[in-house]
């Protein structure tokens, strides 16, 4: 079983539609991140948190501490969101574990 | 600023030979750290430096290796290639710490195949 798992692993929706992404994790971690993978291979660092939830433009992500989980939200999705979405804990001496991603494909 | 660069983007070796990554960070950034990406494992860290020094490692063999050099640049080098280190490798930079505390910039990653 993979430390940190993520749900779904393939999302389809309509433009316009309010997407979450789920990601749970088995070990203590010191931060979590949410990345972004376009198709060719390219990561942008969506979010880093520890605690309560951040958001910048459409994208939304929050963290509960004591159940081990954490989701990323997108309000009025749009294409450009397609990409896979990666979730990634900082665990001991800085190393990093991910999830397998999400992929997600916005339909216009 | 300019973002993290990687050199080559892509490359193409034979099994048994070595490769020679190169990986420049964002300009006062003193971080860097790599990682594998296969579509069988996804995601999986490979080591970080700071300031030289190799401060975490991750689970892989001691064929898989790197240093950094006093201007932060990193290099990673995989002697006696396998088919399984096929795989997009990418690097990021951060400011001081490591993922723990830090984000991360990632650079467009090197694609490897080994034949």
């Known amino acids: 079983k993979n430390e940190v798992e993520q749900s779904p692993q393939n999302l389809t929706a309509q433009e316009g539609e309010f997407i979450t992404i789920n990601c749970s994790y088995s070990v203590g971690i010191s931060a979590l991140h949410w990345l972004q993978q376009h198709p060719g291979g390219g990561i942008v660092s969506l979010f880093m948190?520890?605690?309560g939830k951040k958001k910048h433009g459409r994208l939304i992500a929050t963290i509960n501490i004591q159940e081990k989980h954490s989701s990323l939200h997108i309000t009025a999705s749009h294409p450009r969101d397609s990409a896979v979405y990666i979730c990634?804990?900082?665990?001991?001496?800085?190393?990093?574990?991910f999830g397998k991603g999400t992929r997600l494909h916005i339909l216009p | 600023k300019a973002g993290v660069t990687q050199t080559p983007r892509y490359l193409i070796k034979t099994r048994g030979q070595q490769v020679t990554l190169s990986c420049s960070p964002i300009?006062?950034?003193?971080?860097v750290s790599w990682y594998q990406q296969t579509p069988g494992q996804g995601l999986q860290f490979l080591f970080e430096y700071f300031s030289e020094t190799q401060r975490n490692k991750g689970n892989f063999p001691g064929r898989f290796s790197g240093r950094q050099f006093s201007n932060s640049r990193s290099e990673m080098n995989v002697s006696t290639l396998e088919l399984g280190d096929s795989a997009l490798y990418l690097c990021a930079s951060s400011y001081s710490g490591g993922a723990g505390y830090n984000e991360q910039f990632f650079g467009p990653g090197t694609r490897l195949t080994v034949l």
């Open positions: 990634a804990g900082s665990i001991r001496d800085d190393k990093i574990i």
């Open positions: 300009s006062g950034h003193r971080s």
């Open positions: 948190l520890s605690s």
